[in-house]
């Protein structure tokens, strides 16, 4: 072998080791994640977070790949707003949510009177987030915010998330083999990340634990202490479907563009059987799923913006309305 081949072949060994001793390439960490990890214990021991919680949480967990995997997809598709309403409020969701609301009338009541949120909304919340508390993740929560806190897109984020779940678990509100959620750290049968969970999460039973994943009455209070923060008003309703006139501006639409009900009526806004809006004089916006289809257009109000603070997608917040109109009738 000539000089040159025996330098690139050392060349390619370095090469080699270098990058066993780093992370797995489908992260984007440069260093190795015990030592990542030995940090990270000492900054939760800097916080007050106990020795035997971070021994119980932190032991034996390694980078989940699948995580990555899921933060890394794109969506091969865009759903139209029309095959998502198919799907999130289906009839089959709209007649459990109406049984489930009947069910737990009473607990209910009692919360939406506490906070002053409506309780079909609490339940449309239920229902769009994890089917009714069905489908709530089966990640590991403290293993999957580890990993996006190891891999370095978004680690000063999840970084933070996952301190805040070491404090919960720090708490004795759960234990690290119950702490279960999606593969983004999102738990329970309200979907809070542990930074909502730590601002608004209610232990509604007085049991000491503020259980969003197994009790009801916390389930119900913590997502009606999070929208009764957040500016919820219950002497309004979310908003309601209309009908454009033809030749509508739609740079008009969106939420950042405020009127009263009266001066969308005066642009030749209606109901959809083209009777006049309601009278009072609520800030309204008007809102169309799909640039481009004003045919299926909705005017919203307060409401409607608050549940934007939940999750920032127009048919997120859309669904849940006419998901919670639908289960009241």
């Known amino acids: 072998m000539n000089k040159q081949g025996?330098?690139?072949?050392?060349?390619?060994?370095l090469m080699l080791t270098v990058t066993s001793a780093r992370a797995p390439s489908s992260f984007a960490a440069?260093?190795?994640?015990?030592?990542?990890?030995?940090?990270?214990?000492?900054?939760?021991?800097?916080?007050?977070?106990?020795?035997?919680?971070l021994e119980a949480a932190l032991t034996g967990i390694e980078p989940i790949?699948?995580?990555?995997?899921?933060?890394?997809?794109?969506a091969e598709f865009t759903l139209t707003f029309q095959q998502y309403r198919e799907r999130v409020v289906s009839q089959a969701r709209i007649d459990t949510g109406r049984r489930l609301l009947t069910e737990n009338r009473e607990?209910?009541?009692?919360?939406?009177?506490?906070?002053?949120?409506?309780?079909?909304?609490?339940?449309?919340l239920w229902g769009i987030e994890t089917d009714f508390g069905r489908l709530t993740g089966d990640f590991m929560v403290v293993n999957s915010l580890a990993t996006l806190a190891y891999?370095?897109?978004?680690?000063?984020?999840?970084?933070?998330?996952?301190?805040?779940?070491?404090?919960?678990?720090?708490q004795g509100h759960i234990s690290p083999q119950a702490m279960k959620g999606s593969w983004a750290g999102a738990m329970g049968q309200s979907q809070f990340m542990p930074s909502s969970f730590i601002t608004f999460a209610v232990d509604y039973d007085g049991d000491g634990r503020r259980d969003i994943w197994n009790t009801k009455a916390d389930v119900f209070a913590s997502a009606a202490n999070y929208l009764a923060r957040s500016g919820w008003r219950d002497d309004q309703t979310w908003g309601r479907a209309v009908r454009l006139p033809s030749g509508f501006?739609?740079?008009?639409?969106?939420?950042?563009?405020?009127?009263?009900?009266?001066?969308?009526?005066a642009l030749g806004v209606r109901l959809p059987d083209g009777?006049?809006?309601?009278?009072?004089?609520?800030p309204a916006s008007i809102i169309i799923p799909e640039k481009g289809n004003p045919a299926v257009a909705f005017m919203v109000y307060q409401n409607f913006r608050t549940t934007l603070k939940?999750?920032?997608?127009?048919?997120?917040?859309?669904?849940?309305?006419?998901?919670?109109?639908?289960?009241?009738?």
């Open 6 to 13: 025996l330098v690139t072949l050392l060349l390619a060994v």
């Open 30 to 53: 440069e260093q190795p994640f015990a030592e990542w990890l030995q940090e990270l214990r000492a900054e939760a021991l800097q916080q007050g977070i106990g020795r035997q919680t």
């Open 65 to 74: 790949p699948r995580v990555i995997e899921l933060d890394r997809r794109q």
């Open 107 to 124: 607990l209910l009541t009692e919360v939406g009177r506490k906070y002053g949120v409506q309780p079909r909304f609490i339940v449309a």
């Open 151 to 170: 891999d370095g897109r978004r680690s000063k984020y999840f970084r933070g998330e996952l301190l805040n779940a070491l404090k919960i678990l720090d």
């Open 249 to 265: 501006n739609q740079d008009l639409s969106g939420v950042d563009i405020r009127k009263p009900i009266g001066q969308w009526q």
């Open 275 to 282: 009777s006049a809006l309601p009278a009072r004089q609520l």
């Open 310 to 329: 939940w999750n920032r997608s127009n048919y997120f917040a859309l669904a849940v309305g006419l998901l919670s109109d639908a289960i009241d009738h």
